[in-house]
C-alpha cells in the first residue's frame, strides 16, 4: 500500500471527526432536546438522590472503538450522571455555597467550544482574551480598585485564592529560608483551601497565627494588631493577612478596612477571599459592609457563586499587576514570535497565572451579563439577603435556636430538643432531609454545636424554597420528637 494510499484511508475515517451539517443536526438537536426536558423537569427534580448506585451504570458502557447512537448516551447521562447525588441546579438546593449555572452561560460555552479561541495568549486570541479583561476590569471596578490592577479568570476559587498566595510570597521576596519564621495571619473561618493553597505554594511551614473572632465570627483587628507586634518582637516575619468577605460556613464578612489599615501600617500583604462574598458589593444595602476591599493586595470573586454561572469560573485580581505578572511570566523559545509583541500594559492569561492553555472562559461570563444587563444579577442577590433574613425569623418562629444573624445569605440554626443530645439530633435531622430529597441543606460545626446551614444563593431559589424548607423541617423535627 503506497503511502498516499493509506493517508486516504487515514483521511476518510478521520473526517468522521467532522460531522457535516446534515449529521450535526440531529445529534444538535438529541442535546439541545435534553436539556429543554432538563429545565423542564428541574422544578420536580430531587434536590438530592441519595442513592448513587446508578453511576455505577457508566462502567458498564466502556469506551469503544465504534461510536455509540446519542439517544443512548443521552439515556445512560440522565441515569447515570443527572439523578444521583445533589442536584446544584435546582433552587432547592441550599448547602455548601451554590449558584446553580444561568442557561446563557451555557450558550457562551457552547460558542466558546465550537469555536475554540484561544484564550490564553493576546496574540493568539486578542478578541478572547480583551473580553476576559473586560469582565475582570468590571470586576476590579465593583472593588474599588485603581488603574493598573490585573486579574485572571480561573478555574474557581481555589485556584485564585493560589494565585493571589504566590503573588504575595513572590511580592514580599519570601525565600525558602524565610518559610520556618514566616508568620500568615486569618481566623478560624478561613475556607481550607487557603490552607491548600499555602501548602500547594510551599509555605506549608509558615506559621499560621489565628487571630480571635468576635461573637459574629469576624476577625478582631485589634488582636491581628497586637499578634504581629508579638511575633515580631520573636523574631518572625509577619507577611500576609488574609481576610474573608463572607466565609462559608456563616457567611461572616471581617472588618475589611481596619484589617486592611493595620496591614498597611504594618507593611503586610492583605489578601481577601470574597469568593463567595463579593459579588454582594452589587447590592445598596451589602456595599457599606464590604467597604475596605479597595484596601487588599489581592482579592477573590466566584462567578460561579455570586454571579450564578455554572462550575468552572473564579477571579483573582491583584491591585498591582506587576506583581501578579512577576510570579507568572515565563518564556519558551518555541514562543518567541508572541513574546515579541507583548508588553506589560497588553500582557496575556498565561502571564498572568499558571495555565498557559485554557478554557476561554470569558465569554460564558460576559455573554449572560451582556444579554441580561447587570440588573437581575444585583435583584437576585437582593432578593437571596432577604430571603435569608426570612428564613431567620420563621425558623426563630418555629422553635429553632439560631446562630449568629446573617450578614448575607447564610444562615445557621439547630434544634435543642429536650433531655436529648442535640448533636445528634441535628446529625439525624440533616439525614432525615437529605433522605427525603426535595431540599438538600449542609451543616456545619460551630464552637462544637452540630448546627444546620442554609445557603441562599441558587438563582432559582425564591420564597416558595424557603416555605418549603420551613414546612420540611417542621414535618422532620415532629417526626424525630415521635
Ligand atoms: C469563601 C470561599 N472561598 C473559597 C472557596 C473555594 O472555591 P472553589 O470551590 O470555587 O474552588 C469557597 C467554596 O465554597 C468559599 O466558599
Not at 504575595?168 to 520556618?180: I, Q, T
Not at 506549608?204 to 485589634?222: N, S
Not at 444579554?371 to 425569623?393: D, I
Request: charged share 25%.
Amino acid at each position: 500500500m503506497t503511502m498516499i494510499k493509506r493517508i486516504r484511508e487515514l483521511e476518510a475515517m478521520s473526517r468522521r471527526l467532522e460531522p457535516g451539517r446534515e449529521a450535526r443536526g440531529p445529534v444538535r438537536d438529541a442535546v439541545m432536546g435534553y436539556a429543554e426536558r432538563f429545565l423542564d423537569r428541574l422544578p420536580e427534580l430531587k434536590a438530592y438522590e441519595a442513592d448513587k448506585e446508578a453511576a455505577k451504570e457508566l462502567r458498564k458502557s466502556p469506551i469503544g472503538e465504534q461510536g455509540t447512537v446519542v439517544s443512548e448516551l443521552l439515556a445512560l447521562f440522565d441515569e447515570a450522571v443527572v439523578v444521583p447525588g445533589v442536584n446544584p441546579a435546582a433552587g432547592r438546593f441550599l448547602a455548601y455555597i451554590p449558584g446553580g449555572g444561568i442557561y446563557f452561560a451555557s450558550l457562551g460555552d457552547y460558542l466558546a467550544a465550537v469555536t475554540n479561541r484561544y484564550a490564553g495568549v493576546r496574540f493568539a486570541g486578542p478578541g478572547a482574551v480583551e473580553m476576559e479583561d473586560i469582565c475582570l476590569d468590571w470586576m476590579a471596578e465593583l472593588v474599588g480598585y485603581p488603574e493598573g490592577s490585573g486579574g485572571n479568570l480561573a478555574s474557581g476559587g481555589s485556584i485564585a485564592n493560589l494565585v493571589g498566595i504566590v503573588t504575595a510570597r513572590d511580592a514580599h521576596g519570601l525565600e525558602a529560608r524565610d518559610f520556618e519564621r514566616a508568620v500568615v495571619y486569618l481566623s478560624e473561618q478561613a475556607h481550607h483551601c487557603i490552607h491548600k493553597a499555602l501548602g500547594v505554594a510551599g509555605l506549608g511551614e509558615c506559621f499560621q497565627h489565628y487571630i480571635g473572632m468576635d461573637e459574629r465570627y469576624r476577625m478582631i483587628p485589634v488582636e491581628l494588631e497586637r499578634a504581629i507586634a508579638e511575633d515580631r518582637a520573636k523574631g518572625l516575619i509577619p507577611w500576609l493577612v488574609i481576610a474573608s468577605a463572607g466565609t462559608t460556613d456563616v457567611g461572616a464578612i471581617d472588618p475589611l478596612a481596619e484589617i486592611g489599615r493595620v496591614a498597611k501600617a504594618e507593611g503586610l500583604w492583605y489578601h481577601i477571599d470574597a469568593a463567595y462574598g463579593g459579588f454582594f458589593a452589587l447590592v445598596d444595602e451589602s456595599r457599606p459592609k464590604l467597604a475596605g476591599m479597595e484596601l487588599s493586595d489581592s482579592i477573590v470573586l466566584d462567578p460561579h457563586k455570586g454571579l450564578f454561572l455554572p462550575y468552572g469560573t473564579g477571579a483573582v485580581l491583584v491591585k498591582d499587576v506587576r506583581a501578579l505578572h512577576r510570579s507568572h511570566y515565563y518564556q519558551a523559545a518555541y514562543m518567541q514570535d508572541i513574546v515579541a509583541e507583548e508588553s506589560l500594559a497588553a500582557s496575556s492569561p498565561a502571564d498572568l497565572s499558571p495555565e498557559l492553555t485554557k478554557h476561554f472562559r470569558g465569554l460564558r461570563l460576559w455573554l449572560p451579563l451582556k444579554l441580561h444587563g447587570v440588573e437581575p444579577f444585583r435583584a437576585c442577590l437582593e432578593e437571596k439577603l432577604l430571603l435569608t433574613r426570612y428564613f431567620y425569623e420563621e425558623v426563630q418562629e418555629l422553635g429553632f435556636e439560631v446562630g449568629p444573624e446573617p450578614e448575607l445569605s447564610v444562615a445557621t440554626y439547630r434544634w435543642v430538643p429536650e433531655g436529648r443530645d442535640a448533636n445528634e439530633f441535628n446529625r439525624a435531622l440533616v439525614e432525615e432531609i437529605h433522605r427525603d430529597g426535595r431540599v438538600f441543606v449542609s451543616s456545619t460545626m460551630l464552637d462544637g454545636k452540630f448546627v444546620l446551614r442554609l445557603a441562599a444563593l441558587t438563582f432559582r431559589t425564591h420564597l416558595d424554597t424557603i416555605d418549603l424548607l420551613l414546612e420540611i423541617l417542621k414535618e422532620k423535627v415532629d417526626r424525630l420528637n415521635g
